[in-house]
Nanobody
Framework: QVQLVESGGELVQTGGSLRLSCAATRSIFSFNRMGWYRQAPGKQRELVAT???????NYADSVKGRFTISRDYAKDTINLQMNSLKPEDTAVYYC??????????WGQGTQVTVSS
């Protein structure tokens, strides 16, 4: 079993930056894929960014060039640096990991609100 705890979400103005962090209760070496998803009110959950064990990353078109996903093996965290934030980035952001048995785990989410 894995627990994921997100942090870093808050209210920020348009153009601002935030750094989200997801702390895992297990070594992130045990995951072959790690990522961030978001869900805005009235919308489906959508992929924001992923990073796989080999280091390749994937981003939603809407965040390319603005968001950067990274991992810290020493701290067992998955991070999302978000720059040039827009009101449309407002959502609950969820951390997601998949281990080598293809079992997926989700965090409880952290609220990001971007004011216009």
């Amino acid at each position: 079993q894995v627990q994921l705890v997100e942090s870093g979400g808050e209210l920020v103005q348009t153009g601002g930056s935030l750094r989200l962090s997801c702390a895992a209760t297990r070594s992130i070496f045990s995951f072959n894929r790690m990522g961030w998803y978001r869900q805005a009110p009235g919308k489906q959950r959508e992929l924001v960014a992923t990073i796989v064990a080999g280091g390749s990353t994937n981003y939603a078109d809407s965040v390319k060039g603005r968001f950067t996903i990274s991992r810290d093996y020493a701290k067992d965290t998955i991070n999302l640096q978000m720059n040039s934030l827009k009101p449309e980035d407002t959502a609950v952001y969820y951390c997601n990991v998949r281990d080598w048995t293809n079992t997926e785990y989700w965090g409880q989410g952290t609220q990001v609100t971007v004011s216009s």
